[in-house]
């Protein structure tokens, strides 16, 4: 077919050769034109609008579990209309996994289509200040542990070539909205392949709440009250407008669901209607947060249609791990990833298995579903072999085309793999963990989890056992050995720095009998429910161990949910959290609940530089009591120190200093 600008030429041609004709003469041969264009038109196959160089958009929904979705028939109480209106559009994965149970591992993954285990990024710590580009190996571990932890590094570092660098070479406009989480400048999404970043934004959660006001460093609200998705989604729509033909990638990289756990008020009171005290999402602050992550996508599906683009548009929606089981909101835990085991953090199902479409007109069959295991790094050699693109020289994918599948074939015999060699203090915890799934079959392995520093596994059928109950590494062993082979072969190809044994573990304190527990106590973990010990002052500890010792309060066994909590209901208006802490360098922050446990926490976050011992100054922008204060403290190895406490509130000069 002629380009605009040919058929531009021609008519001018043809406008000159007619134009000594006579008028009916002319009115005859126009239309034998008009006839013999519409003769032709009836005959040719019409031409498809999806070209060769179609749009991209990745969603990645933070936190957003396998049963946070109305995909799967596993909820009642979450409403996703505009995700099953995407649902219909493509192809929805039932076996979908993220790379990792938490999440900057798995936005490595799907940038760089290497797993975690190859990047070494392993835990979400690229918000911390310090910078670390590679992995590196401690010398021992504390005395509970059989394994020694590696300690990952905290940028994704900018030689990794991304899916969004390989598309920008091929021409495609870039940009990156929301969440990022793999390193500040000069490792933000500008370094990374991407022309633009909103809201340009490295920590872990949106800045101070997902309504505004916000606390973005450069990006503020258009209106009061204003939800970082609502706005996020509609700068998406905005920057697609301007692309004017232009192919463009586009990450959508939702906030949600992550915490903070708050939402518009007004849907959280619809959703308090809705509440059944007997269902396990029972959270209606977690629902209405569903409601502004579908209503986003709502947002962009509104926008492609109207721009006429979502017949030429390739959409991915997916998560970055399972949804959260451990933090509390309205008195219970955000979300139930029922019915599979565990969640965010965890090696179980729950913690890896997450939803899953694919968008892809002329490939993937509207409205089909399909249940390949698929995986976080498939994701770009799968673009890549649709798109006829070439890998760089020497680049590696841990990932593959899933592009049979997508066109309704099976992938039987694929192998994916999660490593991750941590062990966060969370419900449904595990040892340091690797795992493989091939067909019907799951195995995990602890590394060094056995008798004399051997291996442990962990084997289950998931068809037959979805919740995984049943170990049957003891009655096929044949099995284990053969799926163990294919992660030592991962571990190797991907020059993963593995756990070592420990040679200061103790098995006094180990309890074994507590791996796996929703409720872990004990040493192997510390207290799970808040310690009333007088040497703390009114400070209580949750998800560590802490203990005075010559004047310093010492928390050992921190989980990454670890906090003091203190009931400072004396408390009014704005006021000063003041302390002394000897921590390691990282972001951390200080809630206060107005309505006591079971309310809505505010939040203000601090830095720690990690030097030694120093002072944290933290304001409180409270309008009225504070409630409930809780100093969360960063998830480390070795103990945090805390020398005092000090709270000062303006109103009234009320002041409380805890000099431990």
């Known amino acids: 077919m002629l380009s605009s600008g040919r058929n531009a030429t021609a008519t001018s041609k043809s406008d000159t050769l007619f134009a000594g004709m006579s008028g009916q003469r002319m009115r005859f041969i126009s239309l034998m034109r008009f006839l013999a264009a519409l003769l032709f038109s009836a005959f040719v196959i019409p031409h498809s609008s999806f070209s060769a160089e179609p749009n991209v958009i990745v969603i990645l929904a933070d936190d957003l579990g396998w049963s946070d979705t109305t995909l799967y028939g596993t909820t009642t109480f979450y409403q996703t209309p505009n995700v099953e209106r995407l649902a219909k559009r493509g192809m929805t994965f039932t076996r979908a996994y993220s790379a990792s149970p938490l999440c900057s591992p798995t936005r490595s993954a799907l940038l760089t289509g290497q797993s975690p285990a190859r990047t070494g990024i392993t835990v979400p710590n690229c918000h911390e200040p310090r910078v670390v580009l590679e992995t590196t190996m401690p010398k021992t571990a504390a005395a509970n542990m059989k394994a020694i932890q590696p300690s990952p590094p905290t940028r994704l570092k900018t030689e990794y070539r991304t899916l969004a660098e390989t598309l920008k070479d091929a021409g495609y406009a870039t940009a990156h909205f929301g969440k990022w989480h793999l390193g500040p400048e000069p490792y933000s999404p500008l370094q990374q392949g991407f022309d633009v970043d909103l809201p340009h934004h490295p920590g872990p959660s949106p800045a101070g709440s997902f309504v505004a006001p916000w606390k973005f460093a450069n990006f503020k609200e258009k209106s009061p009250g204003e939800h970082i998705e609502d706005r996020m989604a509609a700068e998406a729509v905005a920057w697609m407008e301007q692309q004017q033909g232009k192919p463009f990638y586009l990450n959508y990289w939702m906030f949600s669901v992550h915490a903070p756990f708050d939402a518009k008020k007004a849907n959280i009171e619809t959703h308090r209607s809705r509440v059944d005290p007997k269902d396990a999402q029972r959270s209606p602050t977690y629902a209405a947060m569903i409601q502004s992550m579908d209503d986003a996508i709502g947002t962009l599906l509104d926008g492609l249609d109207r721009l006429k683009l979502a017949d030429n548009t390739i959409i991915i929606f997916t998560a970055d791990n399972g949804g959260n089981m451990y933090n509390e909101v309205d008195g219970t835990t955000p979300t139930s990833n029922r019915p599979l085991r565990g969640g965010k953090a965890t090696m179980f199902e729950g913690g890896t298995r997450v939803p899953g479409v694919v968008v892809w007109p002329g490939i993937a069959k509207p409205g089909s579903r399909s249940d390949a295991i698929i995986q976080s790094e498939d994701y770009y050699p799968t673009l890549l072999e649709a798109l006829a693109l070439k890998a760089a020289k020497g680049q ?169 909590g203190f009931a400072a209901g004396k408390h009014h208006g704005p006021t000063t959290l003041k302390a002394r802490i000897k921590a390691q360098a990282g972001t951390s922050h200080v809630d206060w609940l107005p309505q006591g446990a079971e309310g809505q926490a505010k939040r203000s976050d601090f830095t720690l530089k990690g030097s030694g011992w120093e002072e944290i100054n933290v304001e409180l922008s409270a309008e009225g009591p504070l409630g409930i204060v809780r100093l969360y403290l960063p998830m480390q190895e070795n103990p945090v120190e805390i020398d005092w406490i000090e709270l000062t509130s303006k109103e009234g000069g009320r002041g409380m200093r805890s000099s431990f």
């Open 396 to 564: 590696r994918f841990d990932g593959h085309s899933i592009l049979p599948a997508l066109k309704g074939d099976a992938l039987a015999g694929k192998a994916v793999f999660q490593y991750f060699p941590h062990n966060p203090g969370v419900p449904d915890w595990l040892p340091p963990a690797v795992s493989v799934h091939r067909d019907d079959w799951k195995l995990i392995r602890l590394f060094h989890g056995g008798e004399k520093g051997a291996h442990r596994h962990l084997l289950f059928n998931l068809r037959d056992d979805l919740g995984e109950k049943n170990n049957l590494a003891a009655a096929k062993p044949e099995l284990v050995a053969e799926l163990d082979a294919l992660i030592e072969g991962f571990l190797t190809d991907t020059k993963a720095v593995v756990p070592v044994p420990n040679p200061k573990f103790d098995p006094a304190q180990y309890h074994p009998e507590l791996e796996g527990k929703s409720q872990p106590k004990g040493k192997a973990k510390g207290p799970t429910k808040d310690v009333a010990d007088p040497a703390l002052q009114g400070w209580k500890a949750r998800d560590c161990t802490a203990k005075v010792q010559n004047g310093v309060l010492k928390l050992t066994k921190l989980g990454d949910a670890a906090f003091l």
